[in-house]
C-alpha cells in the first residue's frame, strides 16, 4: 500500500511538472525574435533577426518587436516603411491579440494603398510571428478608426497575416 502511495505521488509530481515545462515553453520567446519587412515589390516579407533585451513578457516583447518595426530593416535594405516620425505608443496583449497604438506621422500620411499593405503587413507578421499572438488590432492616437488617414486599409477589425 506504501509503495502505491510514493508511485502515485511521483506520478503526479512528474504530470505536475511536465505541465509547468510545456506551459512555460509555449510562450517563450529564445534571445533574438524575427521582425518582418516588407520589400519593394509590396508582396514579399523578408525576416531579420534582432536581440532582444532582459524583459521577456509578452507585452514588452511585442512593444520591442513593433518598435523594431516603426524603425525599418537595416539602412541600405529596401524595403517599404512606415513614415518617418511614427511612434508606438503602446501594445496590450490580450488572449491572442495584440493592440499597437501608433501616433505620429502615421497619423496624418496619406501613403497610399501600396505603403499601408506593406507597412501594416510587416507589422503583422511581426506581432503574428509571437508565441501566441494570432491578430494584431490598430489604433491610432488611442483611437479605434475604421482606416487609416489615406483610406486605404480597413482598422475597425483586428489585422490577421490572412488578410494580406
Do not use: N
Not at 5 to 27: D, E, M, Q
Not at 130 to 135: R, V, Y
Request: hydrophobic share 45%; with cysteine.
Amino acid at each position: 500500500m506504501r509503495a502505491l502511495l510514493v508511485l502515485a505521488l511521483v506520478a503526479i509530481a512528474v504530470y505536475a511538472g511536465y505541465r509547468f515545462l510545456s506551459g512555460r515553453s509555449a510562450g517563450a520567446v529564445g534571445d533574438t525574435i524575427a521582425v518582418y519587412y516588407c520589400k519593394l515589390d509590396g508582396q514579399t516579407v523578408v525576416p531579420w533577426r534582432v536581440s532582444l533585451g532582459p524583459a521577456r513578457d509578452r507585452r514588452s516583447v511585442a512593444f520591442y518587436a513593433t518598435a523594431q518595426v516603426l524603425a525599418g530593416p537595416p539602412s541600405g535594405v529596401e524595403a517599404v516603411r512606415f513614415p518617418a516620425g511614427t511612434v508606438v505608443t503602446s501594445v496590450d496583449v490580450t488572449g491572442a491579440t495584440a493592440t499597437v497604438d501608433l501616433s505620429g506621422a502615421v497619423a496624418s500620411s496619406g501613403g497610399g494603398s501600396f505603403a499601408e499593405t506593406g507597412e501594416f503587413k510587416a507589422l503583422v507578421w511581426t506581432l503574428t510571428a509571437l508565441p501566441g499572438i494570432d491578430a494584431v488590432a490598430v489604433r491610432i492616437g488611442g483611437k479605434t478608426l475604421p482606416t487609416l488617414p489615406g483610406g486605404h486599409l480597413e482598422l475597425d477589425a483586428p489585422l490577421k497575416r490572412s488578410d494580406f
